[in-house]
């Protein structure tokens, strides 16, 4: 009990968030893998639910860099999902084919909580990419994927358009590598006060973008043309509200994004 404690009085909000600001992203990663083995114990409890691993807790962790990235009781501690990946975990479940139907997959940045449940499943095809991530079966830049066209049935790639140098060349390769007839979900932080998209190519220092963009490390932040933008790569796009038929107690009960719209983008 007394090590518990500990560990417990070591990983603090104010720790966490130190760690998010300091540690490059592989690392941070690498990390992770390890805390999530011992969160499990540290947090036991009934309160709130991982729809992801159906195991429950008495707390979820904060998260986000800084300002109004920073949330609290948003990260799971044993799978290591946010709001955003229990929601999109229960779009799939229950709005599409991806559980049951044979597909070849493409995981851009592929989230810790997704990808050993997803590489597991037998009627995937199921490759991983990023540009440094140490969990990626390939590393590439997604400015030139490393794909022939019309490869890949289903495309994810989530919080991935706001880091890169060109988004729109980015969508245009999306849509290049997709199969006729598949399907992909693309999110990314969006500003609902914004009509149009905020990029500002002399925005460069760390602390600047994180006023401007919300976080030190992205280049822009989305508005609400990003629809917009994606049907202009060649994407249908159905913009759901999926999150706001689930029930306000379901909501609480998985710690779930309110408001977040799920972008569904589909090649004919």
């Known amino acids: 009990m007394v090590k518990i404690w500990a560990i417990n009085c070591i990983f603090t909000p104010v720790m966490f968030h130190f760690l998010l600001r300091t540690i490059p992203r592989p690392i941070l990663i690498t990390f992770s893998l390890w805390f999530s083995k011992i969160a499990p114990l540290l947090y036991y409890?009934?309160?709130?639910?991982d729809p992801i691993s159906g195991k429950t807790y008495r707390k979820f962790l904060p998260y986000g860099y800084s300002g109004r990235a920073k949330?609290?009781?948003?990260?799971c501690p044993g799978s290591l999902s946010l709001?955003?990946?229990?929601?999109?975990?229960?779009?799939?479940?229950?709005?599409?084919?991806?559980?049951?139907?044979?597909?070849?997959?493409?995981h851009i940045a592929p989230e810790q909580c997704f990808y050993k449940l997803f590489k597991a499943m037998?009627?995937?095809?199921?490759?991983?990419?990023?540009?440094?991530?140490?969990?990626?079966?390939?590393?590439?830049?997604?400015?030139?994927?490393?794909?022939?066209?019309?490869?890949?049935?289903?495309?994810?790639?989530n919080h991935v358009l706001e880091h890169v140098e060109d988004a729109d060349q980015c969508m245009r390769?999306?849509?290049?590598?997709m199969k006729p007839g598949g399907w992909g979900i693309f999110q990314v932080p969006l500003d609902t006060t914004r009509a149009t998209t905020y990029e500002d190519k002399t925005i460069t220092s760390e602390e600047d973008r994180e006023k401007h963009f919300w976080q030190k490390d992205h280049v822009r932040l989305f508005g609400l043309d990003y629809k917009d933008k994606l049907a202009a790569a060649g994407f249908k796009v159905t913009v759901d509200d999926f999150v706001n038929t689930l029930g306000a107690d379901l909501v609480d009960r998985y710690r779930l994004p309110a408001g977040e719209m799920i972008y569904l983008c589909q090649k004919s």
């Open 71 to 75: 949330r609290k009781n948003v990260l």
């Open 45 to 49: 409890g009934t309160r709130y639910e």
């Open 173 to 177: 390769e999306l849509y290049r590598i």
């Open 83 to 106: 709001e955003r990946h229990r929601l999109l975990w229960l779009y799939l479940k229950q709005k599409t084919n991806f559980f049951t139907a044979k597909h070849k997959v493409l």
């Open 122 to 157: 037998k009627n995937l095809d199921y490759t991983t990419g990023d540009y440094n991530s140490p969990i990626a079966d390939i590393h590439f830049d997604l400015h030139k994927a490393p794909f022939e066209n019309n490869t890949f049935d289903v495309i994810f790639c």
